[in-house]
């Protein structure tokens, strides 16, 4: 089977987000089982440094970009996955990120960007560059419009499949796109790509794919409702034969207590009690008070309200209170950094606050901290809830996508049946949130059951293995 992974990022060459750590888990898990999967992403100068790329194709011409662009192709690093690179230094080559400069603003010609990396896709899946994928599978806005192309395109030949990540971002833009990547005009309609006037990426992708996938169940069903659907609920719902979602997994050699080398002391389900040498280190590391009976609770988020920032800030100062450390690693809205920022400068050994990425300290909280935080208004999956449990630090998450799906509340019955994981809490309300915090609080005093919980979701498959088996069988099913 062959398949196109069309994507805007991938670890270990270039991450924002979540899609990054897809991009690279499940291609590979997909190889394990057999499929000839290959990526195709842009040209940044983050993955032509990283990769050892060989030019196979160049001066190919796509409207409306006025410069050739050449296709390059490598292996990713470390892995047998092929990759095609688009070389094109105008759109790519750029201090910044791949959305964004370097104020955090969205970069002006994100419109040509992304319509160019749908246009490769799509010649890949009609003329046959250098590979002839079966299916295209495309991930997120930023490659909704190859299944618009691969339509209107008479030599196509592939199927398409359109995986979201976060429908929250949707890559609004003006009409004239409609006719500068020369798609017909019947394409701009509310049958097609027209969003309330303007072209929607991502309702491309939705509209004209043979199929979409979301990351996890709970989410496939949240986003045909108005509160997670942004507005194209109404197109989801009448898509819903053609909707599945699939849990993510995460990547058990990179994020796995016992082999782990970026933490302190390793350990596994029996080697339980070193866990709480990595807490030290940690409290060490960021200068927090040192305490056997002080819980850290840490989170690693983009500080947006989508990841529930809003609702942590009014109550921290009651954590504090309550008896807790917090230990912060992200970047995001400027007013909820500096917010952050004086809470710990007024709390200096009980509050550390990281601004920005670093992936050692990621790995160092997860496995230092006693409790992670995930008070998420909305998470289509989540995967730091997952390595939580897998490194026996235990989540505290809202009901919500892949939250619901992945943790087990930590209720009387549940702590009873050995089940429980989590503590899980319902409503978008900060006290709400403070009290399911102080519930935590009072359960971690209780050492035998906190070592159940964390035995329960240590003991956890959260591998791809199992996801891996889905999409293949989805595949089937598309091409059938």
């Known amino acids: 089977m062959r398949i196109l992974f069309v994507t805007s990022e991938a670890y270990p060459l270039i991450k924002t987000g979540g899609l990054g750590d897809i991009s690279y888990t ?19 100068p983050a993955v032509l440094e990283q990769l050892s790329l060989i030019e196979v194709h160049e001066n190919i011409r796509l409207p409306p970009l006025q410069e050739p662009i050449r296709i390059l192709t490598g292996i990713m690093p470390g892995e047998i996955t092929p990759v095609y690179v688009i070389e094109c230094p105008s759109l790519y080559e750029r201090d910044g990120g791949p959305y964004q400069d370097s104020n955090g603003k969205d970069w002006s010609d994100n419109a040509l960007r992304f319509g160019i990396l749908s246009q490769v896709a799509a010649l890949f899946g009609s003329h046959h560059l250098l590979f002839k994928p079966q299916i295209v599978h495309c991930n997120d806005w930023q490659t909704g419009l190859v299944p618009a192309f691969l339509t209107f395109n008479p030599n196509q030949s592939a199927r398409t499949m359109m995986s979201i990540h976060n429908m929250a971002y949707q890559g609004i833009f003006p009409p004239e796109v409609v006719e500068s990547f020369g798609l017909p005009p019947e394409s701009f309609s509310i049958s097609g790509l027209e969003y309330y006037g303007k072209v929607s990426f991502i309702k491309a992708g939705l509209y004209y794919s043979d199929w979409i996938t979301t990351v996890s169940p709970t989410y496939a069903k949240n986003i045909q409702t108005p509160t997670y659907g942004c507005g194209l609920e109404g ?36 080697s339980l009690l070193l866990k709480s040498r990595n807490t030290q280190e940690l409290r060490k590391k ?15 988020a983009r500080l947006i309200e989508q990841k529930g920032i809003d609702l942590v800030l009014p109550i921290i100062p009651d954590m504090m209170k309550s008896g807790a450390q917090l230990v912060v690693l992200g970047s995001g809205d400027k007013k909820f950094e500096e917010a952050l920022q004086q809470l710990a400068k007024y709390y200096p050994q009980q509050i550390s606050v990281t601004i920005g990425y670093n992936e050692e300290l990621a790995h160092q909280i997860e496995a230092g901290a006693n409790m992670f935080l995930m008070p998420s208004k909305f998470e289509p999956c989540g ?19 892949g939250l619901a ?32 915090i102080r519930r935590a609080l009072r359960t971690f005093r209780d050492k035998t059951t906190w070592r159940q919980l964390q035995m329960t979701g240590m003991n956890r498959d959260f591998s791809w293995q199992e996801s891996a088996k889905q999409y293949v069988s989805l595949y089937h099913s598309i091409l059938n």
């Open 286 to 300: 960021l200068g927090l008070t040192s305490s056997t009976q002080t819980p850290v609770i840490g989170m690693i």
């Open 383 to 401: 995967l730091n809830q997952m390595y939580s449990m897998y490194y026996g630090t235990i989540p505290i998450v809202r009901r919500t996508g």
């Open 26 to 44: 499940l291609p590979n898990a997909l190889r394990q089982l057999g499929v000839d999967i290959r990526l195709l992403l842009p040209g940044y």
């Open 405 to 436: 799906d992945t943790v087990i509340d930590a209720t009387p019955n549940n702590i009873q049946a050995k089940i429980a994981t989590g503590f899980i809490f319902e409503k978008e309300n900060a006290d709400e949130l403070l009290f399911c």
């Open 235 to 270: 197109l989801l719902t009448i898509r819903q034969a053609q909707l599945t979602g699939i849990l993510n997994g995460i990547d058990t050699e990179v994020w796995n207590p016992d082999t782990d080398p970026l933490i302190n002391h390793n350990y596994n389900t029996k």
